[in-house]
């Protein structure tokens, strides 16, 4: 693998969560096993696969969140703060606070900054998603559905970072605003210099914003290649299956 060109490097990553039920017995489940990828400078890597077959876990297991689980593997990354933009705008924004205060929060941690630098970036990462500067006075309760999302990809990017995991980005929106969004995403790769680990279920979706992809199946990678090699010839029968249920 090539540190110069990557911005994260996975190698044989396995997740195992173990839980202790009545009178101390332990029951475990592996949600990876073996999981080995990169994410190349500036691409979109794409991950398919349905629901609990551990596309979830993975993109937990590389920000460190999974405190209860057992995790062995190499996690390398070579950008700083990579964030993550979650399915559920409206679930991981705080409804008690306003836009510019949910925004204005990390750059407060950071601690670099004073108050009207603070305030300058906040308003300007609001324009650069396509968002008005009054709505940093709103709560997210007052905004849409892709308002709210849009807050969500601000948050993610306001310390600057350069590796973002898109987590099922725009399945809770409609058609016409997730194009909206994903050209937002397209847009951002291009001006801020951004990577995208982008998980999705939805393959029509994958193939209009992807570099490459990955199909994941059981906690395992079964399959990756440009969109164009793994859409046009699949090699697993589970890819051909995916296919074909989005096929007319």
Known sequence: MDQLKNVLEVEKLSVTYVDRGLFGKKTSFQALTDVSFEVKRGEILGLVGESGCGKSTLSKAILGM???????????????????????PFGSLNPAKTVG?????????????????????????????????????????????GQR????????????PRFIIADEPVSALDVTIQAQILDLLWDLRRDLDLSYLFISHDLNVVYSICDRVMVME????????????????????????????VQP
Not at 66 to 88: C, K, N, W, Y
Not at 103 to 111: D, F, H, I, N, S
Not at 116 to 131: K, N, P, S
């Open 149 to 160: 999302q849009r807050v969500s990809i601000a948050a993610a990017l306001i310390r600057r």
């Open 101 to 145: 205060w949910i925004l204005e929060e990390p750059l407060r941690v950071y601690g670099k900054y004073d108050a009207a630098e603070r305030r300058r970036r906040v308003l300007d990462m609001l324009e650069r998603v396509g968002l008005e500067r009054a709505q940093a006075s709103q709560r997210p309760g007052q905004l849409s559905g």
């Open 218 to 245: 059981k906690g395992c990678i079964i399959e990756q290649g440009t969109v164009d090699e793994v859409y046009d010839h699949p090699k697993e029968e589970y890819t051909k299956k995916l296919l074909s249920a």
């Open 66 to 88: 999974l405190d209860s689980a057992q995790v062995t593997g190499e996690i390398r990354h070579f950008t700083p703060r990579p964030q993550m933009v979650f399915q559920d």
